[in-house]
């Protein structure tokens, strides 16, 4: 079965430091895609990232990256210039197929980001 | 381009009752799918519907079920409500089965 792992339940990260959140993953199916959500205390999810499993460069938007690790199995967020409103919880999530090309996405257990002032 | 509205944004109800949750996707986008999270459960995996049909159906019991309209729009409906059922619901949506999937602001529903 897939499964994502989120080792850091809570961390703080000073403003305008970078933070590195840890998700680490395990699937056989070769094609795969990553996400990132972000979700404040509002609920809604927010999504940030994504990286497919072919992909040759690690993504990046904004001051948002994912550093991608095969071998490993692991797809870290990096957050550059921390802002008091990157302050919520953090969600990796895998892309599961399914038999007749039916996905869903499974969870890591999240970490919740506190920025410092 | 308008997000994902889901109504209604809260709801209480009591043990017993059914209730009906709406999400209406991004324009253009024909998948759906719910997840319910709880805080000991986490966010789980409700159903996935595109073009109409149900594709895909999580582990939950047949109190659970959902339908998608010709325009997209996504119902999802839990009868005989339990305590336990007490969750955030989120929608997503997709252009498709596979693509990324865009989130819904969620219903929070308690049970009493």
């Known amino acids: 079965a897939q499964k994502i792992t989120q080792t850091q339940p809570g961390m703080f990260v000073q403003e305008k430091e970078a933070v590195t959140l840890d998700c680490t993953y395990d699937?056989?199916?070769?094609?795969?895609?990553l996400f990132w959500y972000k979700q404040p205390s509002s609920g809604e999810m927010i999504f940030l990232i994504y990286q497919g499993s072919y992909d040759q460069q690690n993504a990046t938007e904004g001051r948002y990256s994912l550093n991608f690790q095969k071998a490993r199995k692991s797809a870290n967020l990096v957050i550059s210039a921390s802002q008091l409103g990157d302050s919520a919880m953090y969600f990796c999530a895998m892309r599961e197929s399914w038999m007749d090309s039916s996905y869903k996405l499974i969870f890591g257990s999240g970490t919740r980001l506190l920025v410092r002032p | 381009k308008a997000g994902v509205t889901q109504t209604p944004r809260y709801l209480i109800k009591t043990r017993g009752q059914q209730v009906t949750l709406s999400c209406s996707p991004i324009?253009?986008?024909?998948?759906v799918s719910w997840y319910q999270q709880t805080p000991g459960q986490g966010l789980q995996f409700l159903f996935e519907y595109f073009s109409e049909t149900q594709r895909n159906k999580g582990n939950f019991p047949g109190r659970f079920s959902g339908r998608q309209f010709s325009n997209s729009r996504s119902e999802m409906n839990v009868s005989t409500l339990e305590l336990g059922d007490s969750a955030l619901y989120l929608c997503a949506s997709s252009t498709g089965p596979g693509e990324t999937q865009y989130f819904g602001p969620g219903t929070r529903l308690l049970v009493l």
């Open positions: 324009s253009g986008h024909r998948s």
């Open positions: 699937t056989s199916d070769p094609s795969y895609g």
